[in-house]
């Protein structure tokens, strides 16, 4: 029974490793990958056997009947009933991929030798599995008897060993047929999206077939942001050729690698949906939002309109363009500033700046999140139209970068701290994380422990970023 649970395991890890995600049309790219190394498959090999164990666990064999023929008895008719395996001591276990690319998977274990041939299915959206075929052989069975009359009832066992050993095979391919139903229902009930807020959600629909290394497993996740419920039109992006760069990647059991244009997206259904626009009429200066403030940036301002408040309209021209660099992300908006007046209950449009921005962006993970820290590196102003005449645009720009600095850029670091979603199960958390971002790739590598067991460490940021 130790080896059959063993197997168990082993064969719902591979399917388990599939189901956080769906499958969708093989043509479209994934803009995240996850890969389980060999580190993370024993890890997930050795708690799966622990779930598995506690779900099968006691284990009722079927009724079984035989005539044998005792000495010093004759024949009799022998019925042994309520055969329940109550243990289960497992001594070493270990889990081996394939080294092909089509999603094949071997599994051996000692003194038993089991072999399912599974079959996953695009169906409607969603994953498909069933079972092809399915076998167990036991190699050898021992059963000893203690106390009593032990010597004569050791005997009828013996004559039954055949019988048991069957009622044993049968019963744990019904238990792998069993435990295969349950995890295809699982299957068709995942979520397609995970929802950011109810502006925007992660696509995680799964991409082709996961690839099997001879010491890891990869999946390709859509990974682009959307609007929720929408159907998001991947072919918009593009990853194009991406040369592997060889680097000494921290041995940890997951890496996520995202794309640049997985940031790209989630800006760009922001910008969509008009959230890339701020009024600012109140900041921690108040005198830069009174004319007599610009006195002498810009003299015609204050003749005009003297004491008069102000108001500064931001907004977005295009979405943010987000570039994965060897040292974090890099950030260039731009936008336009709309100077206002404020005369009574009524905004006057006085002038237009254009601003290039230049931020970058450190990103971390908090928890099962990946939030970042933005800090502005460069604005240059550029002036849009004016009905106050001409601007010194160099006083101007250290102005408007000052309010940048002291006032929209921490509203955006707010909103970054929340994260965007990882792909990862429920129950799971990361821990020891790394970042490495290089190639248009931000890559996080990360042990993985149960919820409920993380350090408590997790509720602060717990990655490091690398060059």
């Known amino acids: 029974m130790g080896s059959f649970t063993k197997f168990m395991a082993s064969a719902i890890f591979f399917i388990v490793l599939s189901f956080f995600l769906v499958p969708t049309r093989t043509q479209e790219e994934g803009f995240i990958s996850v890969i389980i190394s060999s580190k993370g498959l024993e890890f997930s090999k050795d708690l799966l056997i622990e779930q598995a164990v506690s779900s099968i666990i006691p284990l009722q064999l079927p009724q079984i009947e035989k005539s044998v023929k005792i000495p010093l008895v004759g024949q009799v008719h022998v019925v042994l009933s309520n055969i329940t395996i109550y243990n289960v001591d497992i001594a070493s276990s270990y889990v081996e991929t394939g080294d092909s690319d089509h999603g094949d998977a071997s599994i051996q274990v000692e003194g038993m030798e089991v072999g399912v041939t599974l079959a996953l299915n695009g169906q409607e959206g969603t994953l498909k599995l069933s079972v092809l075929e399915c076998g167990c052989y036991v190699k050898d069975i021992s059963i000893k008897l203690d106390g009593g009359a032990s010597w004569l009832y050791q005997g ?7 019988q048991i050993v069957s009622a ?3 019963n744990i ?3 792998i047929r069993e435990g295969i139903m349950k995890l295809d229902s699982l299957l068709q009930s995942l979520p397609k999206q995970i929802a950011l807020d109810d502006i925007a959600a992660l696509n995680v629909t799964f991409v082709g077939n996961p690839v099997l290394s001879n010491s890891s497993i990869e999946f390709q996740i859509n990974g682009l942001f959307m609007a929720p419920n929408d159907d998001f039109a991947s072919g918009l992006y593009n990853k194009g050729s991406l040369d592997h760069v060889p680097f000494n990647a921290p041995a940890k059991m997951v890496e996520i690698s995202l794309h640049e244009n997985v940031f790209s997206s989630v800006s760009l259904v922001f910008f969509n949906a008009n959230y890339m626009q701020w009024v600012i009429n109140k900041i921690p200066d108040q005198s830069l939002l009174n004319t007599a403030g610009w006195k002498y940036i810009v003299p015609q301002l204050y003749k005009q309109y003297p004491n008069e408040d102000m108001e500064l309209n931001i907004s977005a021209s295009s979405p943010p363009i987000m570039t994965v660099v060897n040292n974090g992300i890099n950030i260039t908006v731009y936008s336009d500033v709309t100077i206002g007046v404020m005369d009574a209950d009524e905004v006057i449009p006085v002038a237009c ?3 290039e921005i230049h931020a970058s962006c450190s990103p971390d993970v908090l928890i099962n999140k990946l939030a970042g820290t933005v800090k502005l590196n460069h604005v240059t102003a550029y002036l ?6 001409n601007l010194h645009m160099h006083l101007v720009q250290a102005v408007l970068s000052t309010i940048l600095k002291t006032v929209v850029v921490p509203y955006v670091n707010l909103h970054l701290r929340k ?5 990862l199960p429920h129950g799971f958390t990361l821990h020891n994380s790394e970042i490495v971002s290089i190639n248009s790739r931000l890559m996080i590598f990360s042990d993985v422990a149960i919820a409920e067991r993380s350090p ?6 717990n990655a490091n970023s690398k060059d």
């Open 156 to 162: 009828l066992v013996d004559a039954f060993e055949g």
């Open 168 to 170: 044993v095979e049968d």
């Open 173 to 175: 391919s019904k238990k």
């Open 353 to 355: 700046i254009s601003l």
């Open 384 to 389: 849009k139209w004016s009905k106050i005449g």
């Open 419 to 423: 994260g965007l979603p990882l792909p």
């Open 456 to 461: 408590t460490s997790n509720s602060e940021p």
